[in-house]
């Protein structure tokens, strides 16, 4: 159980063009779901935490209008990066919290998205 | 500010044991994480501590000690497959996962 996908796996996009990424909980309802970043070699940085419903919450230096974050329900986010840049290559992960915080603190992971913008 | 620290890399070999430590200065403390990742891919869940003491899961095993602020991570009978970085992570007052950067644990034969 608790399993977590992401769609793509991997995709390659042109500068100036928006790429979305979904993020879809396959057996459990997520109440949270959070989106990292990951650079070659580096630890994952939170980019975003978004609660079903609610607008998401954006770390300090992460753009909001860059990367769009939709939880439109408890079982899938989604991750836009908007006009993107070759900066903006990077292994995006996203992760799923079950249920009532106060129960469950573990987090499950997808599998990732690479993006390379060219 | 909120800190976490473990090496930066480690070598080990196949079949014998190895112990990884992660210290942490934090807001609030709700839990300590460890994740194995390999190479381009997600990380993977490995155990989870808020109590003191040690917790065993077959070949792994975490520890935690709350007071010094000090958690490790034991591999046992390691495997050529166990190389792979480990990540620390505490979860904070607010719940939310602070990371440490990683270990990257290799192993010889």
């Known amino acids: 159980g608790a399993v977590v996908s992401q769609h793509p796996s991997w995709v390659i996009c042109k500068s100036g063009t928006s790429v979305k990424i979904e993020c879809r909980s396959l057996?459990?309802?997520?109440?949270?779901m959070f989106w990292y970043r990951q650079f070659p070699k580096q630890s994952l940085m939170l980019m975003a935490t978004s609660n079903e419903g609610s607008k998401a919450t954006y770390e300090q230096g992460v753009e909001k209008d860059k990367f769009l974050i939709n939880h439109a329900s408890l079982t899938l986010s989604t991750l836009t990066v908007t006009s993107a840049h070759p900066e903006d290559s990077s292994f995006y992960i996203c992760?799923?919290?079950?249920?009532?915080?106060?129960?469950?603190?573990?987090?499950?992971f997808g599998p990732g998205t690479r993006l390379t913008v060219t | 500010g909120q800190n976490i620290d473990q090496p930066t890399e480690m070598t080990a070999t196949e079949g014998a044991i190895v112990q990884i430590n992660c210290t942490y200065q934090t807001s609030g403390f709700n839990g300590l994480f460890w994740y194995q990742q390999h190479a381009g891919e997600a990380p993977t869940f490995l155990s989870y501590?808020?109590l003191d003491g040690l917790e065993e899961k077959g070949r792994f095993s975490s520890f935690l000690s709350r007071s010094k602020g000090y958690s490790y991570l034991l591999l046992k009978e390691l495997q050529m497959k166990d190389s792979a970085s480990y990540l620390c992570?505490?979860?904070?007052?607010?719940?939310?996962?602070?990371w440490g950067a990683g270990t990257k644990l290799i192993i010889k034969p």
């Open positions: 501590n808020v």
């Open positions: 992570a505490v979860l904070d007052s607010n719940y939310q996962l602070i």
């Open positions: 992760s799923a919290m079950e249920g009532n915080r106060d129960f469950s603190y573990e987090q499950y």
């Open positions: 057996d459990f309802q997520a109440t949270t």
